[in-house]
């Protein structure tokens, strides 16, 4: 089981940026793909963006243009990069990893933005 560990979040203003990072026990280019999901309180998950193992990206309309995912293949991590960030983007956004088979969340990291 891949273990994955984000970092990065932590309490911003309105119009701030964060840069979230996932770091992985395994290759990442193992996998089939690789997503930054979140959680508002009260809401579902939802998906925030992707990256195959090719390295194509996704993002959701409800942030493109403002968030963007990349990686660095040498140290294992997907990014998140988050700009202009609003009080709707408060929530504990995740990492995920599947591999064809199956998926494996990592434990979270809260960010909060503050008006």
Not at 23 to 43: E, N
Request: aromatic fraction near 10%.
């Amino acid at each position: 089981q891949v273990q994955l560990v984000e970092s990065g979040g932590g309490l911003v203003q309105a119009g701030g940026s964060l840069r979230l990072s996932c770091a992985s026990s395994g290759s990442i280019v193992s996998f089939d793909h690789m997503a930054w999901y979140r959680q508002a309180p009260g809401k579902q998950r939802e998906l925030v963006a992707s990256i195959t193992s090719g390295g194509s990206a996704y993002v959701s309309d409800s942030v493109k243009g403002r968030f963007s995912v990349s990686r660095d293949i040498d140290k294992n991590t997907v990014y998140l990069q988050m700009i202009s960030l609003n009080v709707e983007d408060t929530a504990v956004y995740y990492c995920y990893a599947w591999d064809g088979y199956r998926g494996d969340f990592g434990r979270g990291t809260p960010v909060t933005v503050s008006s």
